[in-house]
């Protein structure tokens, strides 16, 4: 069965999957390709373009195509929900209970017209709509390895749920409990992340990484919702509002209210973490671990107990610091699952896994994130030689890297197939020496022009990762964050975070040869088997996908060496 999935449902971050006879082929965000990040309002098409491509499937090879958004019943609870928690906009409350699938029908009209584009006639394709947190739930769970699994998604909404739980057993997903907007715990954190000046989608990461700089106890955020074990309740006139509620800033809507700005003082503004914003952060971060932990004890505790396996999906999944706390719940053994594009993205992954599934393929293990485009040293060589760009054809590009990076210098190092997911896996990759002071500086300041704040993460080899991170568990794609070790924390402070944590990238020979090659000869150098590592783009733009877009970025910043396939590029 060959199966097409595509993203975007909700208006930003489409991509597209390709999954034939039950195997990931390829998958890419359309944002890479176009150069416009997050492509909102947006359609996968070129993405789906270079998923056929690379799959060698012509358009009218295509069986299915699967699409992470559905029709919702009038009968079931989540347009009453809707409705009834926005009585204060009753144009909004009317037309969920009235029309409550315009969104549905609008996203289907618009898919049909970018396949025609494509070359695929939707009259001659099944088409598959999957609810959007069920198409989160087989992103994690279908290509965990699991047989039988909790699983758990978290975003800020989808159709009208907003966080939902169940468990995967033989390959079957079941329901156990699901949440609807404006109860979304995703956009509170989001609100609350535009309040602290940042833009949703992009800065959650920011008030994250600003969390562990303040003082939780000095900010109540109580008001912000009521909760308990198993329910919680957003307070939509300070945060999740619409209509009137919202304050406007530079005459946009936000999604918090006026009565914030009273309660805590006037939005944040600048690049500094300065009070009373960074305790805001540490306090929103706080009250986000203790619900989320609390919820899920409370619907999966018994699954989790039973099959000692978590899989977890939804922008909220890409919040490292509270994965560290569901690893700490799980029983001995137990092992939390993220799939590498949590967000939005990853439902193009999610709807075409569960339709292939649904078709009766069987779904195979993800093995790696790198499932994007490659180019050859040919493809490579036409792009330098366009430019009339000087460079070395180098006989051992991973020798050369590694005297770089022993000196301290920093390496932009693009290898192999595009990473899927926000998170550059040692393929479009930005790396420094984590024992070199103002290595992070210098990245943050001269290279990729964002806050002077913002922490670094760790590729390492697995062999020493153990001892790095004191557990044995898994890794692979920067989800988490761990506990360093205290006689490893001054051997590479560029890569431990301020509250003595690191979301580490446990490196295998399987899964990046030329990468753990390059971080062993490192390591023979300098007797460290880490580097730092961080996405190969500037702020506010897309990772690089091919290599005009290495040369734009390389050219446009302060880098100074370029490692980009067997070549390397120095600047005088």
């Known amino acids: 069965m060959i199966v097409l999935g595509l993203g975007g449902a909700v208006g930003h971050d489409p991509a597209a999957a390709i999954v034939v006879d039950g195997k990931v082929i390829a998958a890419a965000e359309e944002e890479r390709f176009i150069r416009d990040k997050h492509a909102k309002g947006l359609q996968a098409e070129q993405a789906a373009q270079f998923c056929l491509h690379f799959a060698g499937v012509k358009p009218s090879d295509v069986q299915a195509v699967a699409y992470p958004f559905a029709p919702i019943s009038i009968l079931g609870p989540a347009r009453w929900h809707y409705a009834l928690r926005h009585w204060y906009a009753p144009d909004r409350a009317l037309t969920a209970l009235l029309n409550g699938n315009r969104r549905y029908r609008r996203n289907v009209r618009a898919v049909f017209q970018m396949l025609e584009r494509i070359g695929i006639d939707p009259r001659k394709i099944k088409f598959m709509p999957v609810e959007h947190h069920l198409a989160h739930a087989s992103s994690a769970y279908h290509v965990s390895g699991y047989r039988d699994a909790a699983i758990l998604s978290v975003d800020g909404v989808g159709e009208y749920c907003t966080t939902w739980f169940g468990y995967g057993q033989g390959g079957r997903i079941h329901r156990v409990k699901e949440f609807y907007s404006p109860d979304s715990l995703g956009g509170l954190y989001g609100a609350i992340t535009e309040y602290l000046g940042f833009e949703m989608l992009d800065g959650e990461f920011k008030v994250m990484g600003m969390a562990p ?16 074990k198993n329910n919680f309740r957003v307070n939509t006139s300070l945060v999740n509002c619409i209509g009137w509620r919202r304050y406007k800033r530079d005459g946009k809507g936000t999604y918090f209210s006026r009565k914030l700005i009273d309660m805590w003082g006037p939005p944040r503004e600048g690049d500094e973490i300065d009070e009373p914003y960074v305790h805001v952060a540490a306090a929103v971060q706080q009250q986000l671990e203790k619900v989320l932990l609390a919820l899920t004890r409370n619907y ?69 994130a790198y499932l ?26 991973t020798d050369v890297a590694a005297e770089l990076l022993a000196r301290g210098e920093v390496v932009s190092w693009f290898q192999g197939r595009m990473e899927f997911g926000p998170r550059s896996l040692g393929n479009r990759s930005i790396l420094g020496n984590p024992a070199s002071r103002g290595t992070a500086d210098l990245i943050n300041a001269q290279i990729k022009y ?24 898994p890794s692979p794609y920067m989800t988490f964050t761990f506990d360093v070790a205290e006689h490893w924390k001054a051997r590479i402070p560029e890569v431990v975070h301020e509250d003595g944590t690191a979301r580490p990238q446990i490196v295998t020979r399987k899964s990046n040869p030329r990468y753990y090659e390059l971080l062993q000869k490192f390591e023979a150098r300098t007797g460290l088997p880490v580097l730092l590592n961080t996405s190969l783009n500037r702020r506010g733009e897309p990772m690089v996908c091919s290599p005009d877009d290495a040369l734009e970025m390389f050219f446009g910043s302060d880098l100074q060496n370029l490692a980009i396939g067997d070549f390397l590029i120095k600047k005088a």
């Open 213 to 228: 700089y303040g003082d939780a106890n000095q900010i109540d955020v109580t008001p912000l919702l009521d909760w308990s």
């Open 450 to 473: 964002r806050e002077r704040w913002r922490p670094f993460c760790p590729s390492m080899l697995d062999t020493v990762a153990p001892d790095i991170l004191q557990t044995k568990h």
């Open 372 to 397: 994007g485009p490659e180019y050859s040293l040919e493809e490579i060589a036409a792009a330098l030689k366009k430019r009339h760009v000087k460079f070395e054809l180098c006989q051992s590009i």
């Open 300 to 368: 999966l505790g018994e699954h989790i107990a039973r099959t000692k396996r978590l899989c977890y999906a939804g922008g909220v999944a890409l919040n490292v610091k509270a994965n560290q706390r569901l690893i700490a719940q799980l029983p001995p053994g137990g092992e939390l699952f993220v799939q590498p594009a949590a967000s939005d993205a990853g439902t193009a992954l999610g709807a075409a896994t569960y339709a292939a599934h649904e078709l009766g393929d069987k779904i195979q293990p993800m093995e790696h």
